[in-house]
């Protein structure tokens, strides 16, 4: 069964205190891994897609990375404006069946960046 | 501007009504999604539909309806079989096997 668990549940954090967010996964063959961040009471925001071990990608004070049974998402530096609930989810290739390529999404990490 | 809507922001529904919530994109995404978020818990698929015509149950299906007459429309019903209604419903959109991006959210709430 595809199954995604996201580490840990809460985080908190000083402003300019790096950490990481950790998102382990068991997928039928990976299609993709990818990040987001919900802010309370609205819609995810799309972060990064990850495709194969051993992909990074960044955006500002975000770093994704990618394994075969996890990703990372390393915050450098944070700052209160980086507070959010981030979401992990993975996708199935179409052609391993399971999932038919829907999103399976693991609880989040509800960050707290304080001043 | 491109992007997802969701009407209304917030929904009020009585025991034994059906209420439907509405969910417009003008990205010309072919594929469309609706999600229900509740408390402590992942994003849950209910239905999905990747072509016009075309729908398939998610997850947890049951007590919802869809429809797809349109490329731009995935309106959501919420019947009074679902047992369970509070939540908070997000719709997605995304191009054939691309990222999903979501709307804005509905919080419906059963008086």
């Known amino acids: 069964e595809d199954q995604v668990t996201q580490s840990p549940e809460a985080l908190r954090l000083q402003e300019g205190e790096s950490s990481s967010l950790n998102c382990s996964y068991t997928v039928s063959g990976l299609r993709g891994l990818f990040w987001y961040r919900q802010d309370p009471g609205k819609g995810p925001e799309f972060l990064f897609t990850l495709y194969s071990a051993g992909e990074e990608k960044e955006k500002e004070r975000l770093k994704a990375t990618l394994t075969k049974k996890e990703s990372f998402l390393h915050i450098t530096a944070p700052k209160p404006e980086d507070s959010a609930t981030y979401l992990c989810?993975?996708?199935?290739?179409?052609?391993?069946?399971?999932?038919?390529?829907?999103?399976?999404f693991g609880k989040g990490t509800k960050l707290s960046v304080k001043p | 501007d491109g992007g997802i809507t969701q009407s209304p922001k917030y929904l009020f529904r009585k025991e034994g009504q059906n209420v439907t919530l509405s969910c417009e994109q003008n990205l010309n995404h072919d594929a469309m999604y609706w999600y229900r978020q509740d408390p402590g818990q992942g994003l849950r698929l209910i239905y999905y539909s990747q072509i016009v015509n075309d729908f398939q149950k998610g997850d947890i299906a049951e007590g919802y309806s869809v429809s797809r007459e349109k490329k731009e429309s995935f309106p959501l019903t919420v019947t009074s079989a679902q047992k369970n209604p509070t939540a908070f419903y997000l719709c997605?959109?995304?191009?054939?096997?691309?990222?999903?991006?979501f709307g804005p959210g509905t919080r419906l709430t059963v008086l």
């Open positions: 989810a993975v996708q199935a290739r179409l052609n391993y069946g399971g999932s038919q390529g829907n999103l399976i």
């Open positions: 997605a959109s995304s191009p054939r096997d691309g990222e999903q991006f």
